[in-house]
């Protein structure tokens, strides 16, 4: 049964303007320019990495839409080409999530010489650990560019609305990394306050946020900030539920990340255009905005910070650490493609909380049956749903450990390591 709460419009909320919450430097460059790829991060003995999939040149015309594949070291600034995508054909607009050791490089379009586009339904899968492109996921369903894409428990990605062939569609397609298939999930409502084109978002929680994009009439860039809670015993079963900031902004085609307790959409612009950076309501060449707009769940603030100097058409970031994420390319002022590589770093004060709880706990696979692994080493305390300790142990980074003793259920796991608290939702399903 589809469940949406009533629209609600914050009036009363202050939309602040917020004083350098985000640094921006530029740390290295790419060989050529790139923009509309797909960006993630990625860790390994080695080191953090950060890397672009596809993309377009500097052209801006559909001949340059490519493969091409790149990554850089973020302590070295090493950037190393990889090989291309495993596809037979260029594509923009695809989307990469991190699970684990693998990135899943999803969808993404073609364009035709003749102007027709091809949604991509491939599932690429590039392994961090060796460097290299493994065999291709399952296909999606329901082939998809330009979706907003994130991932739930460190085990499901959630794709969700985005452009199909030739239309804009309301699907929510959710993945299993750990058994490689797709399922349904609850679908936004089928209008144009919720399903678009060029949104991005993230989840926090148990709640996706997507904000922006385009839709209906001449696809106008929209306001609305969308609301996904997902319930943790079933992810297929969402809430939707819409607010619009106060005063009224718009969004397209941004970079969105977290920190500890608020979302962040960062670049991007307020006018909707095509492939080629040409507006779609025929006023030409778009500009960036410069921009970075915060959304804090707790207080419903929302705030921004101008005059930064941030590219659009960004198709994803990479999430280094709760405060320190990379953009790759993007196009800046007058329809100039980069090859820049951007450090941007967090140093805003949204939470008296930002420094003392730290990124998740990394537990995998998640849903689980029982037997679950960590990428960090320490002490597991698990909590279940009445808020008891119910297990504490001890666990070795890579190594696995069996709670299959446990009754099925949600629990809260808290994993201490060197006097950090890792905090992470943990479901087991046996």
């Not at 409502?189 to 994009?213: M, R, V």
Request: proline letters at 6%; charged letters at 15%.
């Amino acid at each position: 049964m589809m469940k949406i709460l009533s629209l609600f419009i914050v009036l009363l909320i202050p939309f602040l303007s917020v004083g350098q919450n985000w640094t921006v430097a530029e740390v290295a460059s790419l060989p050529e320019p790139v923009s509309n790829n797909a960006v993630c991060e990625g860790f390994s003995s080695e080191g953090s990495f950060i890397y672009s999939f596809s993309g377009i040149d500097s052209t801006l015309l559909s001949s340059g839409i490519h493969l091409k594949s790149w990554r850089v070291n973020t302590s070295t600034l090493q950037v190393v080409e990889l090989d291309n995508l495993p596809d037979t054909l260029g594509k923009i607009a695809a989307a990469a999530s991190r699970v684990g050791n693998i990135i899943y490089i999803i969808g993404g379009y073609h364009v035709l010489p003749n102007g027709n586009e091809i949604s991509s339904h491939r599932v690429h899968r590039f392994d961090i650990t060796q460097n290299q492109f493994i065999t291709d996921g399952t296909e999606i369903p329901v082939p998809i560019d330009d979706h907003v894409q994130a991932v739930y428990q460190d085990s499901l990605i959630f794709v969700v609305t985005g452009w199909s062939n030739n239309a804009n569609v309301p699907n929510v397609q959710v993945y299993n990394t750990y058994l490689d298939s797709w399922s349904v999930g609850e679908p936004v409502p089928n209008n144009n306050n919720y399903k678009c084109f060029g949104a991005s978002g993230e989840i926090l929680g148990d709640t996706l946020y997507y904000f922006g994009g385009a839709a209906g009439f001449n696809f106008v860039a929209q306001t609305e900030l969308r609301k996904g809670f997902i319930n943790p015993l079933n992810p297929a079963d969402i809430t939707w539920s819409e607010a619009e900031p106060e005063p009224i902004i718009s969004g397209y085609r941004a970079a969105a990340c977290t920190t500890s307790e608020a979302v962040h959409w960062l670049g991007g612009s307020t006018v909707t255009y095509n492939f080629n950076a040409v507006a779609y309501n025929g006023s030409g060449q778009v500009p960036p905005i410069n921009r970075t707009v915060f959304y804090h769940p707790t207080s419903g603030d929302w705030g921004n910070e101008t005059d930064l100097p941030l590219p659009m058409d960004l198709r994803g970031m990479a999430n280094t650490s709760t405060t320190k994420k990379y953009l790759i390319g993007g196009i800046g002022p007058n329809g100039t493609v980069l090859s820049s590589v951007l450090e941007l770093n967090y140093q805003g004060t949204l939470s008296t909380h930002e420094n003392s709880i730290n990124e998740t706990a990394n537990l995998f696979p998640n849903p689980s049956n029982g037997i679950i692994r960590s990428f960090k080493p320490g002490t597991i305390q698990l909590f279940n749903s009445q808020g008891l300790l119910v297990a504490t142990e001890n666990i070795v980074a890579d190594k696995s450990m069996n709670l299959s003793w446990l009754p099925n259920g949600l629990y809260l796991a808290v994993l201490i390591e060197k006097g950090k608290l890792y905090k992470q939702q943990l479901i087991l399903a046996k």
